[in-house]
């Protein structure tokens, strides 16, 4: 048994196909079959069930695999550890932040990161939180920046700020003349939100209860407005907005993003209570650089101080 073996086997119940995890491991396909067969014979347990469509993990191989995997990370902590005394800001970090942190996060958080340790090569990348949750898990992410609630055994969560939601309007819209707006108004409104499996959207359902009415309202009588679609990602749904097609709520993070002109679209606070969501960095307890999860954290904390600034600045209309 070899921890090349096993990294096969950890990529093959992953891809549940030889063609991608050959590919995934940089080796041919028959490669790859003939070592998890070799594996499967010395262990003497199928790990797979294979047929001419799909393969699948049996029961006990599901668990060997399991097992695996937590070799592969300890060897990944092993190796990291033979770095211990050396630079921690030398080697790259990959971070993982959701949609609707991402876009206006990166670019702002990027270049405090590379003043603060210029030698750290960086990996990027914007996901919905389970599939961030699992790179994280698997390593293939050293930390991950999401909105709370998160949970998850063995990592370690920081919140990192707190962010207000704020309203976006055609800048004709009626209710464009009012300094501040409550959820009850909105849920009278054509609303556009994110679809399921966003995670913002539940935040804004949870945070103003009277839209979730207003959302599951998929029929309705003449004259009762009603949600009238669902946008893939802020940026689609913020056109949407600025073409007349109904308002939306963001975080004030995207809603300052860009400066619309006065006559395309504006944005509201919400009368207080104001809804918000906390932004927080989740990063492995194993994770061996504790300075670049640090560099990390203080980049993110200068962002925030931009970001204030940017707050105190009125807001009467946000462009393309």
């Not at 909105?186 to 209860?209: K, W, Y």
């Amino acid at each position: 048994m070899t921890l090349t073996e096993l990294r096969y086997v950890v990529t093959l119940a992953r891809e549940k196909h030889f063609g991608r995890a050959a590919e995934r491991c940089h080796v041919s396909q028959p490669t790859l079959s003939v070592a998890v067969k070799k594996l499967e014979d010395e262990l003497g347990v199928p790990l797979f069930e294979r047929s001419k469509s799909s393969i699948r993990v049996t029961e006990t191989g599901q668990r060997i695999i399991e097992q695996a995997q937590r070799v592969l990370d300890q060897v990944g902590v092993i190796r990291d550890m033979a770095q211990d005394g050396k630079n921690q800001l030398s080697s790259p970090l990959k971070v993982g932040a959701i949609y609707t942190i991402g876009p206006y996060l990166f670019p702002h958080l990027l270049p405090e990161l590379r003043r603060g340790a210029p030698d750290m090569p960086l990996y990027i990348e914007e996901n919905y939180t389970a599939n961030l949750r699992q790179k994280l898990r698997h390593s293939e992410l050293d930390a991950i920046i999401v909105a709370l609630p998160f949970e998850e055994p063995e990592v370690v969560t920081l919140p990192l700020y707190d962010e207000p939601f704020v309203v976006l309007l055609p800048a004709r819209h009626p209710l464009a003349d009012s300094a501040e707006l409550t959820p009850e108004q909105l849920a009278q409104e054509q609303m556009l939100l994110l679809g399921p499996g966003h995670c913002f959207r539940d935040q804004v359902l949870e945070s103003c209860p009277p839209l979730v009415e207003a959302v599951t309202r998929r029929t309705h009588s003449a004259g009762s407005p009603a949600l009238v679609t669902e946008g893939s990602s802020l940026e689609t749904i913020r056109h949407m907005v600025a073409s007349g097609l109904g308002i939306t709520v963001l975080p004030l993070s995207a809603a300052t993003a860009m400066q619309y002109r006065e006559d395309i679209l504006v944005v509201r606070p919400f009368a207080p209570p104001v809804p918000f969501r906390t932004v927080a960095l989740a990063w492995r307890v194993t994770f061996p650089r504790p300075k670049a999860i640090d560099m990390l954290r203080l980049a993110a904390g200068q962002c925030r101080v931009m970001e204030r600034a940017r707050e105190e600045t009125p807001v009467t209309s946000v462009s393309a």
